[in-house]
């Protein structure tokens, strides 16, 4: 049984075939009406034959008439195919239209779980990224995470070896992501920013002559003194 889609489509065809055939009929009409036209234009009028040169000129002017009226009639006709084809463009266009919304549906229903997996592995390694590499996270800058987030977005989006990356960068594809972002995530300066905060944690481990040390007394003084005012 034929689908809601494919009658639609069916009757479409015919109405835009019922549209030719009328616009052919249409041409054929105003042929005839224009070689009738100059045809009574030029016919000549024998005075010697009076009643046969008006009969023959009254059925000229008749058939002018007459084809007027068929023009007008297959003018008609020629819209109103126009309308109905119009008609079902509208159709089979929102039939289409709800079926790709349909299909989207039901796309991101299936989505749904596999962005909600994603989600939390991005989260996971945004824990690692800001918790240990990047203990300095910038909003105006955008991070070594975010860039590589956006490359891994825009394979998910166009496919593998897509052209016309707007960075310019050859990594289009996971292979050359994983590749190019090795070794950025944690850089020499992320290293160091890492080892002084954690050792400004552990700053009562220290030798007490250390700098590390009289660092992190000085900030535990601070703090101390900044709690002591809040509960004053």
């Known amino acids: 049984m034929p689908s809601e889609y494919q009658k639609l489509i069916s009757k479409r065809d015919k109405v835009v075939q019922a549209v030719v055939q009328a616009e052919l009929h249409l041409v054929e009409i105003e042929a005839k009406l224009t070689t009738a036209e100059e045809g009574a234009k030029l016919t000549a009028i024998d005075l010697d034959d009076v009643d046969n040169a008006a009969q023959k000129r009254a059925e000229?002017?008749?058939?002018?008439?007459v084809l007027k009226d068929m023009r007008e009639a297959a003018v008609q006709a020629h819209a109103d195919a126009q309308k109905a084809a119009s008609e079902a463009y509208d159709a089979t266009c929102a039939c289409e239209y709800r079926r790709g919304e349909d299909d989207m549906v039901m796309l991101i229903d299936e989505l749904e779980p596999i962005i909600e997996q994603a989600h939390a592995l991005i989260r996971d390694a945004a824990t690692v990224y800001y918790g240990m590499l990047n203990r300095q996270p910038v909003a105006s800058v955008q991070s070594g995470l975010d860039q590589m987030l956006m490359d891994l977005f825009q394979i998910a989006l166009k496919g593998p070896g897509y052209k016309g990356s707007s960075s310019h960068r050859d990594a289009n594809t996971i292979a050359k992501v994983r590749e190019f972002y090795?070794?950025?995530?944690?850089?020499?300066?992320?290293?160091?920013?890492?080892?002084?905060?954690?050792?400004?944690?552990?700053?009562?481990?220290?030798?007490?002559?250390?700098?590390?040390?009289?660092?992190?007394?000085?900030?535990?003084?601070?703090?101390?003194?900044?709690?002591?005012?809040k509960s004053a």
């Open 182 to 229: 090795r070794g950025k995530f944690g850089d020499e300066y992320g290293l160091r920013v890492h080892t002084h905060l954690t050792k400004q944690g552990l700053w009562h481990q220290q030798p007490r002559d250390s700098e590390a040390y009289r660092a992190g007394l000085k900030q535990y003084a601070l703090q101390k003194a900044k709690r002591a005012k």
């Open 60 to 65: 000229d002017l008749q058939r002018v008439l």
